[in-house]
């Protein structure tokens, strides 16, 4: 950020008085412009034992299969986000939607909220940011395939708690470290 949209004026990074971060403030009317995470939205569609995936017709990680999801909109809840992004990317309308999972990736500062839902009368079609689309069994997930980390760890222990027959919620941090490891970090007793 060079400039201030309140005011045009220029902007320069210091800590502001009472804060410990770094921001960028106007050096004219001293408004501090804060950067804060994204907040994705998605969910998980099931319809007679199978899951919802997209194949992804937009980057990043093009033609990889993925959970509906993406950024929430100002003026939005996160369910509405998720219900949206289900329509959206699949032309599908999920009920029912419950929290599952909360996912901080820190390492490109977006915080994840998974939803599961019931994809209704089974109807989805691929929307314009989907090649195709398709309802899998657990065991014809294709795992190699997946777009993010984040989509994994859902599916993985959404199944691990459908056969148990109970759901809770999920906290966890997905890291990615400097030499491209990734990690999960997960809360219990969320």
């Known amino acids: ?16 008085e009472g804060d410990h971060l770094p921001r ?21 569609p ?9 194949r992804r017709a937009i980057e990043p990680r093009y033609g990889l299969w993925t959970l509906p999801a993406g950024f929430m909109e100002n003026h939005e809840s996160a369910v509405a986000a998720a219900a949206r992004e289900a329509r959206e990317e699949a032309n599908a309308v999920v009920e029912d939607l419950r929290l599952y999972g909360l996912y901080s990736l820190v390492h490109v500062s977006q915080v994840y909220l998974m939803f599961r839902g ?7 079609r691929a929307g ?11 065991e014809d997930i294709p795992w190699d395939e997946l777009a993010f980390t984040v989509v994994e ?4 222990q959404y199944f691990a708690e459908r056969r148990q027959g109970a759901f809770s919620v999920h906290v966890g941090d997905i890291i ?3 030499d491209n490891q990734t990690h999960i970090h997960r809360y219990t007793g969320a």
Request: charged share 25%; with cysteine.
């Open 46 to 54: 099931e319809w007679q034992g199978r899951i919802l995936l997209c």
């Open 1 to 16: 950020m060079k400039y201030c949209s309140q005011c045009g004026a220029p902007v320069s990074v210091r800590v502001p």
């Open 176 to 178: 990615r470290t400097t």
């Open 118 to 124: 019931r994809l209704k009368d089974g109807q989805a």
């Open 153 to 156: 760890e859902t599916l993985r």
């Open 24 to 44: 960028h403030i106007c050096d004219a009317c001293d408004t501090v412009h804060y950067q804060n995470p994204k907040i994705v939205a998605g969910c998980i």
């Open 128 to 138: 314009a940011e989907t090649l195709e689309l398709r309802l899998f069994a657990e």
